[in-house]
């Protein structure tokens, strides 16, 4: 997968939860962007269901996106003390809190899938692929991405034999892919982190983090990306499985912050009642709390309360145009390039 | 003052406490940046002295940055107590703790010199200033610049009559420039304010925050900015007058953060023993803590001890060079030229 060979140097965000679909993923590759497959939260049929889908829809290349298998179990006294916290949260939605499991996400089994089906990219989350994985999915002709937050994941990630890497500025919507999810010295915003990463590694970089406009993939590209991972940007599209509280919410002035209160883990989302609420109780305890939280944030995406659902979203949501996605993905292609034409003219008049 | 008319789209961050010099502001207008000088932490004399030093030095345009005065005054308890905390630090160092002061570092007299002097560009940080102030500095022939840290400071400081803004993100070293100091709902990193602001108000942005070579000055131009802000890309040059513990640290990996424990309010340094042990315990009482901390901070540096001294530092400061301040401003501005010629070049040859 050679990104400099892509018509549009957008890469969609994988979108784990929802907004992910095979028509979203065909829409922004067939605009000349790289479409992504969340694996994440589906069992490994569904995923070979969403490929077969996928290919039925293109034939532009595409990636699918897995988690990386969780750190230790969780304090079980600290999970237990949050799920008695949220029993109210429950009664609130008329669910039954989930069940904490300590899952991998049916890693094996979607490594099956895309090995089998040879997937164009396989990106990891949440964690560096062993050095072994990464050999199996190159004989099956995959591209391994690896997400990464800073230079010490880039190094560890490029070692393993990583062919490009995904480089996650703290602007990002969704989780954070810290490799290890404990308290974090420094969070990087996303140009410093792409600098200090270019500075480290020689492999090509996806910026992602709070890009929604031309512009913002200009820059990244002037800081030395290849391309740029674009999430919340898409989520307007009607391509997307983004539920009505969440396009609404998306589309509000409503600030966003780093919650584990959904999930166990952090990501960032739109404040909301929920957040607010729990934030400072919930656990480093992921995916159990994702778990215990499903049924109440299902029960509230399907009664349109925005309050009680995790409204993952970039720092630039607002900036999310309702949009078919090609058009989305070639409009932001067109800004970039008019974005750095007019810098150059700029540039070179100076006096 | 035409930003457009730089010859080198750079601008030096005021970097009060030290590093500040009128040879480095006069380095940094020669090479075709726009160099500025810090009132902060300073009497009026020393100001107007430095203004004469530069201006002895240089033709140059410049700018100064002032501090708006600060919020109300702390919870006295909080401020004994934290004192208290740092007597052993004032033991360790054989200085006698600072008496904790909310002043306004002088800031009437100091506008008087840059009315008196009609100083090109008088920025603002802490705050935005009144109507009638901004009034009276344009009167003069100042421009009046304000830092903001997201789009609601942007539309306060554009309704008082503000010329440009430098837009902080999270990236930057040393204070944040919020207008309130109290617990953020998010800080934005630099390419998310920037687009962001670039929505809300139609005025010249300065981008602020971990840009540390020409790679980020194009990319931040190319997300709007009319020039960036560079810091800690400067001080390691010998026009600075950046301690020698501070310089041994920027040249470190050692990671950064916000922290209140030195001066009491937020602000980005290189992470050692002081800010680690009181971090959490540091009240929100600036510039009171300012006071408090400073004999601890000024005999640790005279000691060459970094464990104790504010090492104020963007995200980025591992990429700052050491060299004079020209080359620096002059290498970083045809860095940021060959990284939009060449993304201007790939662009037009995609596919």
């Given at each position: 997968m050679d990104l400099t060979q892509l018509r549009e140097p957008i890469v969609q965000a994988p979108l784990a939860g929802g907004p992910s679909t095979p028509q979203l993923a065909a829409a922004v590759g067939d605009a000349g962007g790289l479409g992504f497959l969340a694996a994440?939260?589906?069992?490994a049929a569904a995923l070979a269901q969403d490929i077969g889908e996928l290919r039925a829809l293109t034939d532009a290349p595409f990636g699918v996106n897995v988690f990386s298998p969780p750190g230790d179990r969780a304090d079980s006294a600290a999970l237990e003390r949050y799920a008695a916290r949220l029993q109210p949260e429950a009664d609130r939605y008329g669910v039954q809190l989930g069940a904490p499991r300590h899952d991998d996400d049916d890693l094996q089994a979607k490594l099956d899938v895309v090995v089998a089906e040879r997937v164009e990219v396989v990106s990891f989350t949440f964690g560096c692929p062993q050095v072994d994985l990464v050999a199996r999915l190159h004989e099956a002709g995959c591209d391994v991405w690896v997400t990464v937050t800073g230079p010490q994941e880039a190094i560890q990630a490029r070692d393993v034999g990583a062919d490009a890497l995904v480089v996650q500025g703290l602007?990002?919507?969704?989780?954070?892919?810290?490799?290890?999810?404990?308290?974090?010295v420094e969070d990087l915003g996303l140009l410093a982190a792409l600098r200090l990463i270019a500075h480290s590694v020689q492999l090509p970089l996806v910026a992602a983090g709070g890009i929604a406009d031309g512009a913002s993939v200009a820059a990244v590209m002037c800081a030395g990306a290849a391309a740029a991972q674009i999430g919340s940007a898409l989520m307007l599209a009607p391509e997307a499985g983004t539920s009505p509280a969440h396009r609404a919410a998306l589309a509000s002035a409503t600030p966003t912050r780093l919650t584990r209160a959904f999930s166990g883990r952090q990501a960032r989302g739109i404040v909301n009642r929920f957040l607010q609420e729990h934030d400072e109780h919930a656990p480093a305890a992921y995916p159990d709390v994702h778990h215990i939280t499903t049924p109440i944030r299902a029960a509230a995406r399907r009664a349109g309360d925005p309050q009680a659902v995790n409204l993952w979203a970039g720092q630039t949501h607002l900036l999310a145009r309702e949009a078919p996605a090609g058009e989305i993905v070639r409009g932001i292609g067109a800004e970039a390039r008019a974005a750095v034409a007019q810098l150059a003219r700029r540039l070179d008049q100076a006096p």
């Open positions: 994440g939260y589906k069992t602007e990002a919507g969704g989780h954070r892919g810290y490799f290890v999810d404990g308290p974090q």
